[in-house]
């Protein structure tokens, strides 16, 4: 019989994807070598997926909230918070990009593996939400900066995960329009793209 979800360790800790979620690619890998979170930081994981950027980021954040649009990725990265012993530290929470939080709460760090590819279709399925990025590659990126500074303190960094394909300068631009200094920080080379990791400090 086929098991429903899949398991991969990431270092010394044990993940599970369930059947419907996305499975961490080289995007997710690519914010989880850089990601460095201070001790008592608050972590907003944008699109949490299995979780697996929440549950990092709980070892040392007093507070993590963890959003996906996804109701069974919500599922999933509860279970893996659970089996990594950091469930206590993490409230998850179903519903599209930034609007299920309230307007008083703001983020040391916020973390978003956007998805970034351009496509004609919409989205058939809950897993097709990670990657489909409209025609332009840009719609949920270019609604995530509309409205992510309200929500990160002064000092405050974002990490945020798109594709060559998606046009990187203007994210750029539009973070720097909004308040943030904002700079490719690493990237991964594929034959047809390059997925890079933009940093952006709000100032």
Known sequence: MNKSFKEFFYEDLEFIVFSGVYEPS???????????VRKGEEVLDVGTG???????????????????INPIAVRCAKANADRNGVSEKIDFICGDLLSPLRRSVSFNLVLFNAPYLPVEEEPKGWADYSWSGGRSGRETIRRFIETVSEYVK???????????????????????????????????RFFFETIVLIEAVKH
């Open 26 to 36: 080289d995007d997710t890998f690519l914010i989880a070598k850089n990601l460095h």
């Open 50 to 68: 299995c979780g697996i950027l929440a549950v990092l980021s709980a070892f040392e954040a007093s507070r993590v909230i963890a959003i996906d």
């Open 154 to 188: 002064i000092g405050g960094r974002i990490m945020l995960i798109q594709s060559s394909l998606s046009n990187l300068d203007e994210t750029l631009t539009d973070l720097r329009e909004r308040g943030f200094k904002a700079k490719k920080a690493d990237e991964r």
